[in-house]
């Protein structure tokens, strides 16, 4: 008797959303470098010219790709400006550590989609409606991304993902120091890297609420409002 044949699954149908969807995975999988049209036409199942009907070219893909990063990353309403942006801050460190490869495109796109416009326009409208003048929230914002961005760039280089990765890395190194040559290396690693419950992840909080409460001590030095907000909404 013949083998009876299974059915062939229905395909989707290609589109824009579905390049960028398998353009993040692929990225997530094996970096930015990866993300190729042939690539991504073998990714999806489809001749590579067949993606010319939905995307232009590459920079289009990566244009959704850091969109679909923007997306992801939800601001907290509220009138607490501290808070919204403490969670923002989070959120953003969060799908960068997921996303490796999206910190270097987050701010170097020239055709911003509407999830990137939308966040921006959500976390200095935070700002402006709590009061801060034009140019303080200009400084907030860009304070605030370089912290975040530049503490990324750090977790992401270290040679460790977990706290037990930490521990064994330290312990490494630690044997191999000589105390009296680095002994402020030395106490930092026996005695705070080593300690019960050490995370560097901490580290991330407790430098994201210094910057916060300095630009707090700034906006409470200013004039309430030395121009007038856009009205929110």
């Known amino acids: 008797m013949a083998a009876t044949k299974k059915p062939r699954t229905a395909r989707p149908p290609l589109s824009e959303h579905r390049v960028v969807v398998a353009a993040v995975k692929l990225a997530d999988r094996h970096g930015i470098d990866a993300v190729t049209m042939r690539s991504l036409a073998r990714e999806l199942g489809v001749e590579a010219m067949s993606l010319y009907h939905h995307v232009p070219n590459r920079d289009a893909i990566l244009d959704g790709m850091v969109d679909a990063v923007?997306?992801?990353?939800?601001?907290?309403?509220?009138?607490?400006?501290?808070?919204?942006?403490?969670?923002?801050?989070?959120?953003?460190?969060?799908?960068?550590?997921?996303?490796?490869?999206?910190?270097?495109?987050?701010?170097?796109?020239?055709?911003?989609?509407?999830?990137?416009?939308?966040?921006?326009?959500?976390?200095?409208?935070?700002?402006?409606?709590?009061?801060?003048?034009?140019a303080l929230a200009a400084h907030a914002y860009a304070l605030l991304d370089s912290y975040v961005y530049g503490f990324v760039l750090q977790e992401l280089s270290l040679p460790f993902d977990?706290?037990?990765?930490?521990?064994?890395?330290?312990?490494?190194?630690?044997?191999?120091?000589?105390?009296?040559?680095?002994?402020?290396?030395?106490?930092?690693?026996?005695?705070?890297?080593?300690?019960?419950?050490?995370?560097?992840?901490?580290?991330?909080?407790?430098?994201?609420?210094?910057?916060?409460?300095?630009?707090?001590?700034?906006?409470r030095a200013r004039p309430r409002q030395a121009d007038t907000p856009m009205p929110s909404g």
Do not use: C
């Open 70 to 134: 923007f997306a992801e990353i939800a601001l907290s309403s509220g009138s607490d400006w501290k808070e919204a942006l403490r969670d923002r801050a989070t959120r953003v460190r969060s799908a960068l550590s997921h996303h490796k490869w999206a910190i270097g495109l987050m701010d170097s796109r020239r055709n911003p989609g509407p999830h990137t416009l939308g966040h921006h326009n959500a976390v200095l409208g935070t700002l402006r409606g709590a009061g801060f003048t034009l």
């Open 162 to 219: 977990s706290t037990e990765g930490a521990r064994e890395v330290a312990q490494e190194i630690l044997a191999a120091l000589p105390v009296d040559a680095y002994p402020h290396l030395v106490e930092l690693t026996t005695n705070h890297v080593l300690a019960e419950g050490y995370s560097f992840a901490s580290e991330f909080h407790f430098g994201l609420t210094l910057v916060l409460d300095g630009l707090e001590l700034q906006f």
